[in-house]
């Protein structure tokens, strides 16, 4: 098709993007083979500079015979100059015959006929071959600069910057029997769309970073035989990971607290976030090490790096039940809690409850 429209061009239009577009193609590929050391790109910019020249050769050619065009010549090959016909020459008489004959007197001429001379006819103007060449250079020249330079002036989705992680759809998912007996209970899906938001890295201090991972699972808590709705979310980033978690159990925030006391909890410190009960707690993380091949089972497990847990009631009366907002790095580093007490009076209203 593209060939075929391209023979519906004029010959000063046609031969001139030929020429333009092998040139500015074989000078390209030439270079980047030159530079990366491609053989075969190479063979394919010496084709289109060889293409390239025999089209110049033939515009060559073509022009000179515009300049200097030779003798018409008519449709049954005869030539139609006049200066070409033979003249009929006068017999010469001999001497003998001059003296016999008398001379005879000329008869009068006839009049010639009035014949009127053959109007004028206006010659087809033909059109500028150079006007011709001219305009295609000119119109493709500024296709090529636009092909050539538009990533570099028209704004591009791909600019370089990775682009955040969203949250899997788990729609299909099945949930446990665990969330169909806490009607109220949120899924990780939900929880992942309420802790992945733009601002996040911001909150955190990091503004430059861009979420890596986001995901939801919609699991149960521990050592609860599967009878306690637990989802949780996760985001990661270059510094920091965060960890959004609910638990559908009994326990109040006072009674967490007093359980802390006998854990291993460090710098607590109890406050009110929402106009609910919250508490602050320190402690490290668990590193476990999976190996997947030979049939090993792995290594023991290991003490992470330190984490930052926000705990906060999910109601003012503190009747049961929490959000953990977990906070920690891979260095140990830890952002102030002002962070996450941002974090939480962000996430925690956009969380979804469930009609009973």
């Given amino acids: 098709m593209l060939g075929f429209l391209l023979r519906l061009l004029p010959f000063w239009v046609r031969e001139p993007l030929f020429i333009l577009v092998g040139s500015v ?3 390209r590929i030439m270079y980047l083979a030159l530079h990366d050391g491609e053989w075969a790109a190479a063979g394919i910019g010496t084709v289109f500079l060889v293409f390239t020249a025999v089209r110049v ?3 060559v ?3 000179r015979a515009r300049r200097n065009p030779g003798p018409a010549v008519a449709a049954d090959g005869t030539v139609s100059d006049a200066q070409s016909q033979p003249q009929p020459q006068p017999q010469p008489q001999s001497q003998s015959q001059s003296e016999s004959q ?4 000329a008869p009068a001429p006839a009049p010639a006929p009035m014949v009127r001379p053959p109007a004028p006819v206006a010659a087809e103007k033909e059109p500028n071959a150079w006007g011709q060449a001219a305009a295609a250079v000119a119109v493709f020249a500024a296709i090529g600069a636009t092909l050539w330079l538009g990533p570099e002036l028209l704004p ?3 600019t370089g910057t990775p682009q955040a992680a969203s949250c899997a759809s788990g729609e299909d998912e099945k949930l446990p029997s665990a969330y169909e007996k806490t009607p109220r209970a949120a899924t990780g899906d939900e929880l992942c769309e309420a802790l992945n938001r733009p601002d996040l890295a911001q909150l955190l201090g990091t503004p430059a970073e861009t979420a890596t991972v986001a995901s939801g699972t919609s699991n149960t808590a521990p050592l609860t035989d599967g009878r306690v709705a637990q989802p949780e979310a996760e985001v990661q980033f270059d510094t920091y990971t965060v960890n959004v978690s609910a638990t559908y159990n009994k326990l109040s925030i006072a009674q967490y607290v007093k359980l802390m ?5 460090t710098d607590v410190r109890t406050l009110t976030v929402l106009g609910r009960p919250a508490v602050l707690a320190s402690d490290h993380t668990m590193r476990i090490e999976f190996d997947l091949g030979s049939g090993g089972t792995g290594g023991p497990v290991e003490q992470g790096p330190l984490a930052r847990t926000l705990s906060v009631a999910f109601d003012g009366k503190d009747r049961g039940g929490y959000y953990d907002i ?3 790095s891979e260095s140990g580093a830890l952002p102030d809690d002002s962070a996450l007490l941002d974090i939480a009076e962000k996430v925690l209203p956009a969380i979804p ?4």
Avoid: K, L, Q, Y
């Fill in 25 to 27: 193609f074989g000078v």
């Fill in 102 to 105: 008398e001379p005879v007197p």
């Fill in 326 to 328: 977990t906070v920690w």
């Fill in 61 to 63: 050619r073509a022009f």
């Fill in 57 to 59: 050769h033939t515009v």
């Fill in 353 to 356: 409850e469930r009609a009973v």
């Fill in 261 to 265: 006391e006998f854990g291993e909890e």
């Fill in 156 to 158: 591009s989705d791909d």
